[in-house]
C-alpha cells in the first residue's frame, strides 16, 4: 500500500511563496512511473484540482486559479514531488493533499480528484491578508 507524506505547509502573507512537497513511502511507488496530484480543501468547500502530473509524459496541467502562478516539479533521485506556489493570496489558503494516479493517465486539464487514490493527510497553507 501506498503511503503519501506532504510537507511544506505554513502561514504566510499575502504575495509570499511556498513549496509542498509529496513523498511517497512504505512501497515501491515511485515518481517516475505513477502520477501525482496535488489537490486542496478549503473550509466549507468542496476538495479541487491544483496540479496534476503525469509520470510517463511529464504532461502537466493546472486549475485555471493557479496558472502562471503554482508550478508541479518532481524530483527523480528524492522520489518526490513538489508544488512550487508563487504571488500566493488569501484565496490559496486551505489543506493541501497529494494523490497518486495509479495507471497515471487520469492528470487531465480538469483536475479532477475522481480516480486518484491514495491520499496523504494534508498540509495546511494559510495566507494571510
Known amino acids: 500500500q501506498v503511503q503519501l507524506v506532504e510537507s511544506g505547509g505554513d502561514t504566510v502573507q499575502s504575495g509570499g511563496s511556498l513549496t509542498l512537497a509529496c513523498t511517497p513511502s512504505g512501497s515501491d511507488f515511485t515518481v517516475d512511473f505513477y502520477g501525482i496530484g496535488w489537490f486542496r480543501q478549503a473550509p466549507g468547500k468542496e476538495r479541487e484540482g491544483v496540479a496534476c502530473?503525469?509520470?510517463?509524459?511529464?504532461?502537466?496541467n493546472y486549475a485555471d486559479s493557479v496558472k502562471g502562478r503554482f508550478t508541479i516539479t518532481r524530483d527523480f533521485a528524492k522520489n518526490t514531488v513538489f508544488l512550487q506556489m508563487q504571488r500566493l493570496t488569501p484565496e490559496d489558503t486551505a489543506v493541501y493533499y497529494c494523490?497518486?494516479?495509479?495507471?497515471?493517465?487520469?492528470?487531465?486539464?480538469?483536475?479532477?480528484?475522481?480516480?486518484?487514490?491514495?491520499w496523504g493527510r494534508g498540509t495546511q497553507v494559510t495566507v494571510s491578508s
Open positions: 502530473l503525469r509520470a510517463r509524459t511529464g504532461i502537466k
Open positions: 494523490a497518486t494516479d495509479l495507471y497515471d493517465q487520469y492528470c487531465t486539464s480538469a483536475v479532477s480528484p475522481e480516480k486518484y487514490t491514495y
